[in-house]
T-cell receptor, first 116, second 115 residues
Framework: AQKVTQAQTEISVVEKEDVTLDCVYE???????LFWYKQPPSGELVFLIR??????QNEISGRYSWNFQKSTSSFNFTITASQVVDSAVYFC?????????????FGRGTSLIVHP | DAGITQSPRYKITETGRQVTLMCHQT?????MFWYRQDLGHGLRLIYY???????DKGEVPDGYVVSRSKTENFPLTLESATRSQTSVYFC??????????????FGPGTRLLVL
């Protein structure tokens, strides 16, 4: 069975601090994808990034960066110089093949609160 | 470009009533999904569909029924609503090119309250 663990339920920081959201996953598959989604207070879910299991390169997009380490089954997300607009719930997800289809599994989410 | 829409956005119903939540996407995506979001549980998959007339159970299917007669629509029905089905429901869709890494695009959600 696959599993995604986001151990941090809630993180509170002050604006301009750096913050890392942890994501640890479990799967027996060699081929899988990992995702991060953002859910701001307005409620919609917004795609941020996806990474396949064969690509361990870290990725940076503006103030966002992602660190994928297969050795520790982790796909952590760092926000540099956080801003109030970063306040949201962030979900990590794992997608793998099952019987010709694929079923994604989401973590329980980490609520990030950025104070001015 | 409407993308993916859900209706109603808010619904209050009573225990035992039948409720149908609608989901419509304009991208002709093959895959569609229904999730429920509850505090402490994150997003849990209820049902998904790989194509028209093909549906399958997710993690928490009990008490729900789905159908997909057209590619663009994926309604979710609570045949006899219970209080435990009070939740926020999200519909999502994704393309399928045989690639398991397809990104899902989510609708705005439906807040359902069962009294």
């Amino acid at each position: 069975a696959q599993k995604v663990t986001q151990a941090q339920t809630e993180i509170s920081v002050v604006e301009k601090e750096d913050v890392t959201l942890d994501c640890v996953y479990e799967t027996r598959d060699t081929t899988y994808y990992l995702f991060w989604y953002k859910q701001p207070p307005s409620g919609e879910l917004v795609f941020l990034i996806r990474r396949n299991s064969f690509d361990e390169q870290n990725e940076i997009s503006g103030r966002y960066s992602w660190n994928f380490q297969k050795s520790t089954s982790s796909f952590n997300f760092t926000i540099t110089a956080s801003q109030v607009v970063d306040s949201a719930v962030y979900f990590c997800a794992l997608s793998r093949e099952s019987g010709g289809s694929y079923i994604p599994t989401f973590g329980r989410g980490t609520s990030l609160i950025v104070h001015p | 470009d409407a993308g993916i829409t859900q209706s109603p956005r808010y619904k209050i119903t009573e225990t035992g009533r039948q409720v149908t939540l609608m989901c419509h996407q304009t991208w002709s995506h093959s895959y569609m999904f229904w999730y429920r979001q509850d505090l402490g549980h994150g997003l849990r998959l209820i049902y998904y569909s790989a194509a028209a007339d093909i549906t399958d159970k997710g993690e928490v299917p009990d008490g729900y029924v789905v159908s997909r007669s057209k590619t663009e629509n994926f309604p979710l029905t609570l045949e006899s609503a219970t209080r435990s089905q009070t939740s926020v429901y999200f519909c999502a869709s994704s393309e399928s090119r045989g690639d398991i890494g397809e990104t899902q695009y989510f609708g705005p959600g439906t807040r359902l309250l069962v009294l």
